[in-house]
């Protein structure tokens, strides 16, 4: 649910597509977000990804790590911030996205993913992302109930999703994330500046479980996505730009949003991010790559310690962990 903020105000929404604004509640229904805190008094014009991307590089910080790969490789924030602008300028150029459209997203984690997740962000769209466990009739539904008429998935994922486009003709475009937007994007010689949106712009379309019955679809804003870093990232997590970012959780999952994108990104801190991540394959990422933050479930925690000897951190790489649940 989009938050309010006396800072934040209500400012003229850039969306074109009014889909998302239209589907939202009264404002007078709305939960306040407290902001007796400075950090948490937001500008009415916002877009996340100018604070977690192109700050750091307007202070210095470009060559600085930011999306780590599991085989080792390392992109610079000045990378990341290239490759974000350029799907960016792919989207609103070679795709037609308006601001307000819904983006669905299907991959495993990975920098690429992360990468396109904040381009949609950084062009003012929406991002409806999703578990790679989920099948054709749930991805069905999503589709239906957000309206999605855009997607981009990896070729392992393709099948589901186009069995679930099959059956709703309002997705029109499914967008291969291997050599199809890579060629996407070298035919794209532009780079797209950051969508002038509102804070309470809606950014995020996030689907429940579905536990108790159909999956509830949760909506955020770009100030939002902030907030959580600004509250708990900077005073319970306290993160250090020297920190190094892992975990397990999907980026479709919330839980995993924050722990391995938002959180570091927000204070210039780098992230692993695993296509496979048991907790073997922690286990050899924390060997590899030293990582010093941790997000998983606790469940995971206790299968890691049948592999812990092949850990053997020092006590000054010693890693911070987070659960999922308390």
């Not at 466990?133 to 392992?156: D, H, N």
């Not at 050599?179 to 804070?199: F, I, N, R, S, W």
Request: with cysteine; glycine share 6%; hydrophobic share 45%.
């Amino acid at each position: 649910m989009a938050e309010t903020s006396p800072d934040s105000g209500s400012a003229r929404s850039s969306h074109i597509d009014p889909f998302v604004q239209d589907s939202l509640p009264p404002r007078e229904m709305w939960p306040d977000l407290v902001s007796d805190r400075p950090e948490l008094r937001y500008p009415p014009r916002l877009n996340a990804v100018t604070a977690l991307l192109d700050r750091h590089l307007a202070e210095g910080r470009g060559d600085q790590p930011c999306l780590i790969a599991g085989d080792g490789s390392v992109w610079s924030y000045a990378d990341t911030a290239r490759r974000v602008s350029r799907i960016a300028a792919v989207l609103t150029g070679t795709l037609g996205l308006r601001p307000g459209d819904r983006v669905l997203l299907r991959a495993p984690n990975s920098p690429l993913m992360a990468a396109v997740y904040l381009a949609v962000l950084r062009a003012g769209g929406v991002v409806v992302a999703t578990m790679p466990m989920l099948r054709a009739r749930e991805l069905r539904y999503i589709i239906a109930k957000a309206r999605v008429g855009l997607a981009f998935c990896t070729a392992a994922l393709m099948d589901d999703l186009a069995a679930a486009a099959s059956d709703e003709p309002v997705l029109i475009r499914i967008v291969e994330m291997g050599e199809e937007l890579a060629g996407l994007m070298e035919m794209t010689a532009d780079e797209a500046p950051a969508c002038d949106t509102a804070a309470e712009d809606i950014c995020l379309i996030g689907f429940t479980s579905g536990t108790t019955g159909e999956p509830k679809a949760t909506m955020h804003a770009h100030r939002d996505l902030l907030a959580i870093c600004d509250a708990y990232g900077a005073h319970v997590l306290r993160a250090r730009p020297e920190d190094r970012f892992i975990g397990s959780p999907p980026l479709a999952f919330t839980f995993g949003l924050g722990g391995l994108v938002l959180f570091p990104l927000r204070v210039g801190a780098s992230t692993i991010l695993l296509e496979r991540a048991s907790p073997d394959d922690l286990a050899t990422a924390f060997v590899s790559l030293k990582p010093t933050v941790c997000f998983t479930a606790p469940t995971a925690y206790r299968a890691l310690r049948n592999v812990e000897h092949r850990i053997q951190m020092r006590q000054d790489e010693q890693t911070h962990t987070v659960p999922a649940d308390p």
